[in-house]
T-cell receptor, first 119, second 110 residues
Framework: GAVVSQHPSWVICKSGTSVKIECRSLDFQATTMFWYRQFPKQSLMLMATSNEGSKATYEQGVEKDKFLINHASLTLSTLTVTSAHPEDSSFYIC???????????????FGPGTRLTVL | SQQGEEDPQALSIQEGENATMNCSYKTSINNLQWYRQNSGRGLVHLILIRSNEREKHSGRLRVTLDTSKKSSSLLITASRAADTASYFCATENTGNQFYFGTGTSLTVIP
């Protein structure tokens, strides 16, 4: 089946620094990728929808200047947490929609997640 | 918020028993999907049911969907200790956005 990878899988950074998380679709083209955040013992919250070649659409309450999303190619989307603070510590998960492999828009593949800890 | 709700929040059963979890959502949907997540790990896709379907089976899993009540249920039959995980429903709305429910934490006691 289709595979989505994330890098890094785990990152620790100091408060005030920026962290970039990559999401790659390894064997299919993804015109749309989604970014989620999950706090401990909570559900996944959709942060933004990223379409290749256009600006991301952010969910209400998500600061677009803080969470920069770039989707420059059909296989790569990046999420940059700028000036990270301890409250940004979370599990960040991306997913990619496979439009061509299965011919179905239902299929969405999730990455393994990136655990961010801000000290 | 378009996040759905699941109940119960936590469920503890003996191995061999059946586990039922429910999901309610708020908007019109294209499909509803169920996922499991082991602690601190990624998501595993379990089953997808489309808005025009009412019931679907996959192995020990049975999913129902009632669009009039905006609700779905996931039944795991003959549970095993390895089924211990968090289970989430997720709905894809007509705008092709994907929202997760609050989750049910299932513990199967050997």
């Amino acid at each position: 089946g289709a595979v989505v990878s994330q890098h890094p899988s785990w990152v620790i950074c100091k408060s005030g620094t920026s962290v970039k998380i990559e999401c790659r679709s390894l064997d299919f083209q993804a015109t749309t990728m989604f970014w989620y955040r999950q706090f401990p013992k909570q559900s996944l919250m959709l942060m933004a929808t990223s379409n290749e070649g256009s600006k991301a659409t952010y969910e209400q309450g998500v600061e677009k200047d803080k969470f920069l999303i770039n989707h420059a190619s059909l296989t790569l989307s990046t999420l940059t947490v700028t000036s990270a603070h301890p409250e940004d510590s979370s599990f960040y998960i991306c997913s990619a929609r496979d439009l061509f492999f299965s011919g179905s828009t239902d299929t969405q593949y999730f990455g393994p997640g990136t655990r961010l800890t801000v000290l | 918020s378009q996040q759905g709700e699941e109940d119960p929040q936590a469920l503890s059963i003996q191995e061999g028993e059946n586990a039922t979890m429910n999901c309610s959502y708020k908007t019109s949907i294209n499909n509803l999907q169920w996922y499991r997540q082991n602690s601190g790990r990624g998501l595993v896709h379990l089953i997808l049911i489309r808005s025009n379907e009412r019931e679907k089976h996959s192995g020990r899993l049975r999913v129902t969907l009632d669009t009039s009540k905006k609700s779905s249920s996931l039944l795991i039959t003959a549970s095993r200790a390895a089924d211990t995980a968090s289970y989430f429903c997720a709905t894809e709305n007509t705008g092709n956005q994907f929202y997760f429910g609050t989750g049910t934490s299932l513990t199967v006691i050997p």
